[in-house]
Nanobody
Framework: VQLVESGGGLVQPGRSLRLSCTASGFPFDDYPLGWFRQAPGKEREGVSCMTNGDGNTYYADSVKGRFTISTDSAKNTVYLQMNDLKPEDTAVYYC????????????????????WGQGTQVTVSS
């Protein structure tokens, strides 16, 4: 399993970023694909998750209405569109997958993820 994130950076509050994650080594459409984040000194926080099989999407309350997860099966890529970014969104963002849990569990308990990428830094600051 390989997951490679890109798209992080430094942005001002209220602006947008789109993260991308290219996946390989497992059936892309068969397992949950999600994002979690971790800020310095804080625990891992589930952000969003979806499974192509049912098309359902899940979001943490802290990002609901601002972030959108989507996938492109032809490119084996999962995206996280982040709008109206806030300083509290500052963290390293990781793309992840897991073969035995469901998205509703993974958003609430991101420690359940077994596979994740190297992460991409998102900094929201004026």
């Amino acid at each position: 399993v390989q997951l490679v994130e890109s798209g992080g950076g430094l942005v001002q509050p209220g602006r947008s970023l789109r993260l991308s994650c290219t996946a390989s080594g497992f059936p892309f459409d068969d397992y949950p694909l999600g994002w979690f984040r971790q800020a310095p000194g804080k625990e891992r926080e589930g952000v969003s998750c979806m499974t192509n099989g049912d098309g359902n999407t899940y979001y943490a309350d802290s990002v609901k209405g601002r972030f959108t997860i989507s996938t492109d099966s032809a490119k084996n890529t999962v995206y996280l569109q982040m709008n109206d970014l806030k300083p509290e969104d500052t963290a390293v963002y990781y793309c992840a997958t897991e073969f035995y849990s469901t998205c509703d569990t993974l958003v609430r308990a991101p420690i359940e993820y077994d596979y994740w990428g190297q992460g991409t830094q998102v900094t929201v600051s004026s």
